[in-house]
Nanobody, 125 residues
Framework: QVQLVESGGGLVKPGGSLRLSCAASGRTFSRSAMGWFRQAPGKERDFVAVISRNGYSTSYADSVKGRFTISRDNAKNTGYLQMNSLRPEDTAVYYC??????????????????WGLGTQVTVSS
């Protein structure tokens, strides 16, 4: 079992930065790939970024590439999403997720076994 809790969301102006954290409990975090997804009102949950269980491999959605950075610290059972140059279209609830089945992670929500409850990110002037 893995329990995930996101934090670090909030209101930020366009061009600003936020760092999201995903704190995991349980002994399987280090054996799980971790992904970040986001969901805006009335839209589907979209892939944002993923990091492999060992942290050596990452992948990003085209819309955030070059602006967001995913990382993890297995010793602290915590994952991160550094978000820079934020835009109004980045406004959404951001979720972290853990996958035991896919070492490198996945772009698809169905491939993740555990989810946090989400943290709101609002980008507005």
């Amino acid at each position: 079992q893995v329990q995930l809790v996101e934090s670090g969301g909030g209101l930020v102006k366009p061009g600003g930065s936020l760092r999201l954290s995903c704190a995991a409990s349980g002994r399987t975090f280090s054996r799980s790939a971790m992904g970040w997804f986001r969901q805006a009102p009335g839209k589907e949950r979209d892939f944002v970024a993923v990091i492999s269980r060992n942290g050596y491999s990452t992948s990003y959605a085209d819309s955030v590439k070059g602006r967001f950075t995913i990382s993890r610290d297995n010793a602290k059972n915590t994952g991160y999403l550094q978000m820079n140059s934020l835009r109004p279209e980045d406004t959404a609830v951001y979720y972290c997720a853990a996958s035991l089945r896919y070492e490198g992670g996945s772009y698809y929500p169905r491939d993740y076994d555990y989810w946090g409850l989400g943290t709101q990110v609002t980008v507005s002037s």
